[in-house]
């Protein structure tokens, strides 16, 4: 009997010492699995921090392209007629006086009560008629932009008023000095005029 119980308790020590050693075994492995998942996760964040910081990079190298684009070439988005061009920018002989004169804006031959539209948005600046110009619009746009269109032979927005691009403004006509039915259509930047040709695509 004494024989068993020595065996028994040989057979259980050696069974607790196993499954100590067994546990201390999977917690070193544990230890080792969890450093070798801290270290990953570590390599990864890093990733993601370079990642990101060139996304970042890409964002605002995006952003500021888009700006200068938006900057120089998205202000005017289209013409305020589909007309035949009569009269470009720049020096020519008037067509009164025959005497060479600056030509400060476009003539667009078009028929009269031809839709005129508003080339980009912006707030209508001033509505009136005189001599020269007969009925005109101008409307006044970001970064000191102006817009001019003369000779029309109806308005049909006021003062103060807010446009959008391809908003209907008015019809043209052959009103002020024109020798024929036309609009003359007119960009200013800072007060000076400017080629609308260098400006709307
Ligand atoms: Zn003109």
């Not at 938006?70 to 025959?98: A, H, I, M, Q």
């Not at 009925?135 to 746009?141: D, G, L």
């Not at 043209?172 to 000076?192: A, D, Q, V, W, Y």
Request: aromatic residues 10%.
């Amino acid at each position: 009997m004494k024989k068993y119980v020595h065996i028994i308790l040989a057979i259980s020590f050696v069974a607790t010492t196993s499954s100590l050693e067994a546990q201390s075994d999977f917690a070193s492995q544990y230890k080792i699995q969890m450093e070798k998942i801290n270290k990953e996760v570590k390599i990864k964040l890093a990733e993601m921090k370079a990642f990101s910081s060139i996304s970042n990079y890409n964002l605002s190298l995006e952003s500021e392209i888009t700006e200068n684009f938006t900057n120089e070439s998205k202000v005017f988005c289209n013409w305020p007629v589909n007309g035949e061009l009569t009269s470009g920018y720049g020096y020519r002989k008037d067509p009164f006086t025959s005497r060479r004169v600056f030509h400060n804006g476009l003539d667009l031959s078009v028929s009269l009560g031809t839709p005129v539209y508003a080339t980009a948005k912006g707030k209508v600046k001033k509505t009136g008629q005189n001599k020269i110009s007969g009925k005109y619009i101008i409307i006044s746009h970001e970064q000191e932009y102006e817009s001019i269109y003369c000779h029309l032979s109806k308005i049909t927005i006021k003062k103060g008023e807010c446009v959008l691009n391809e908003t209907l403004i008015g019809y043209s006509g052959n009103t002020g000095r024109s020798t024929g039915p036309h609009l003359h259509f007119e960009i200013r930047k800072n007060g000076k005029s400017i080629n609308p040709f260098s400006i709307i695509n």
